[in-house]
């Protein structure tokens, strides 16, 4: 049987129909393993899937922090509207604060399609807002300071809540394997 490289959409859409028809997760593997040259990355699809129950149980979390995240966006587009009022002559702040509202879109894609893989680094981009607020502070805005500590940790909190909840026990590292050298998915 001739080998592939990983589409990822087919395979999580795979992944997604079998657990549907009552495949566990080593049976996905098996029946995938031969078919794909990166049997790793095959391991990681399938265990990095979030279940449909899951999905249903935390949805409104999800919700919640996408909410968050949308109001981040928000502010942070009102915040580059008077950045670039007040300072429209220089042009190196202008590409770094159309950067990080650019990143927070992403990350509110990710959200939305459940990649629980980004939610871990998403509450580390949270820690940095929350020691980022230290600059409202200082500049005796107490108002930005407020709400960047609730948005800050309420991300925070959310992301690494909903990514040990939605996938209990991922560790991409840690991989178990059988004496073949074959991932077990249990």
């Known amino acids: 049987m001739k080998k592939s490289p990983i589409d990822y959409k087919e395979i999580q859409r795979f992944i997604i129909e079998s657990r549907e028809n009552g495949k566990t997760d080593q049976e996905i593997y098996n029946e995938l393993a031969p078919k794909y040259y990166d049997k790793k990355t095959l391991a990681l699809l399938i265990r990095g899937t979030v279940t449909k129950e899951r999905k249903e149980k935390y949805k409104t979390l999800n919700n919640v922090l996408l909410s968050l995240i949308g109001l981040l966006i928000l502010f942070q587009i009102i915040w580059?509207?008077?950045?670039?009022?007040?300072?429209y002559y220089k042009s190196w702040p202008l590409i770094s604060i159309f950067v990080i509202p650019l990143f927070s879109i992403f990350l509110f894609y990710q959200v939305y399609r459940y990649n629980v893989v980004i939610y871990k680094p998403m509450g580390i981009f949270a820690i940095l807002l929350i020691l980022s607020s230290s600059n409202f502070a200082v500049?005796?805005?107490?108002?930005?300071?407020?709400?960047?500590?609730?948005?800050?940790?309420?991300?925070?909190?959310?992301?690494?809540?909903?990514?040990?909840?939605?996938?209990?026990?991922?560790k991409p590292r840690k991989l178990k394997r059988d004496a073949n050298g074959e991932y077990i998915l249990d």
């Open 80 to 87: 580059i509207i008077s950045f670039f009022y007040v300072t």
């Open 139 to 170: 500049n005796s805005n107490w108002l930005g300071t407020i709400v960047s500590l609730l948005l800050g940790g309420g991300i925070t909190f959310l992301s690494f809540y909903l990514s040990n909840k939605l996938i209990p026990g991922y």
